[in-house]
Nanobody, 123 residues
Framework: QVQLVESGGGLVQAGGSLRLSCAAS????????MAWFRQAPGKEREFVAA????????YYADSMKGRSTISRDTAKNTMSLQMNSLKPEDTAVYYC????????????????WGQGTQVTVSS
């Protein structure tokens, strides 16, 4: 019943910005926490940022602090991640995820996933 579709990825030069979006459908979207994860070539999938049910609580990975902002609009069933000052190490497939719990930051707590959107940052 929950479907997630990411968009906004692309190729950008180091120092540039991108805004990723996630369109969601399903009854649980507005009731649970959501997050962004990413997986770089040769790396395991890792946490990027999470946002609570109401959007009042956010949490970021150390690598994202100070240069990214996660937000959501429950009325429109959308979530976004604004990333600035992008670095080559940000290159990865970014995934939108929805949890069955009120708040979660661990990958294992997220049950629903989008197909991913590619972000490539050139040096």
């Amino acid at each position: 019943q929950v479907q997630l579709v990411e968009s906004g990825g692309g190729l950008v030069q180091a120092g540039g910005s991108l805004r990723l979006s996630c369109a969601a459908s399903g009854r649980t979207f507005s009731d649970n926490a959501m997050a962004w994860f990413r997986q770089a070539p040769g790396k395991e999938r890792e946490f990027v940022a999470a946002i609570s049910r109401s959007g009042g609580i956010t949490y970021y990975a150390d690598s994202m602090k100070g240069r990214s902002t996660i937000s959501r609009d429950t009325a429109k069933n959308t979530m976004s991640l604004q990333m600035n000052s992008l670095k080559p190490e940000d290159t990865a497939v970014y995934y939108c995820a929805a949890s069955s719990q009120k708040w979660a930051t661990s990958m294992s707590r997220y049950a629903y996933w989008g197909q991913g959107t590619q972000v490539t940052v050139s040096s």
